[in-house]
């Protein structure tokens, strides 16, 4: 019973971070059901939790499989939206769903150039660069050490200047 208030505790205290943190990992805003998916495996996998890491990097490391699993179930669609987004933006008056969520034009465009990179790079950027984890923390949520969190970093911020400059000529 201890351990189901420890996670009723986390929610409270790490709702929003896991909820913030699914909106950007998946490009959606309708992440609701994902975060309830992630204390759920919570609770199911606390027996697993050792302590060795902060739980609110334990719960990341969920929500990100909790989103990769789903990602897996949907690639074929999302490839298929994804065409239909790049073209869509070159038509005047687009309302996306991006943009009705506020997100300025730059902005926007950064997101997509970070969704058209490999998957290692899309995690690192999003744990480092949107969610301004530490470099241990996302090494926890990643399950790699420091190292490579670090020279993939570098290489995803290269690999994005390229995508970036490449769509600017």
Do not use: C
């Not at 909106?23 to 606390?46: H, M, P, W």
């Not at 923390?137 to 390229?162: D, I, P």
């Amino acid at each position: 019973m201890r351990e189901e208030n420890d996670v009723s505790d986390w929610f409270k205290e790490y709702h929003n971070d896991i909820y913030n943190f699914l909106i950007y990992y998946t490009g959606s805003i309708d992440v609701e059901d994902f975060v309830q998916e992630t204390f759920i495996k919570a609770i199911r996998n606390l027996h697993k939790f050792k302590g060795g890491s902060n739980p609110r990097t334990w719960l990341i490391s969920i929500a990100r499989n909790v989103a990769i699993d789903e990602s897996r179930k949907r690639r074929k669609e999302e490839i298929k939206r994804n065409r239909l987004l790049q073209f869509s933006t070159t038509a005047k008056g687009s309302d996306s769903p991006e943009e009705m969520v506020g997100l300025s034009e730059t902005k926007l465009e950064l997101y997509r150039a970070i969704r058209l990179l490999k998957q290692s790079y899309y995690d690192v950027l999003m744990l480092r660069g949107i969610n301004e984890l530490s470099v241990q923390e996302t090494a926890q949520a990643l399950n790699w050490s420091e190292s490579k969190v670090n020279l993939s970093y570098h290489r995803a911020l290269k690999a994005l200047e390229k995508k970036m400059g490449g769509r600017e000529t």
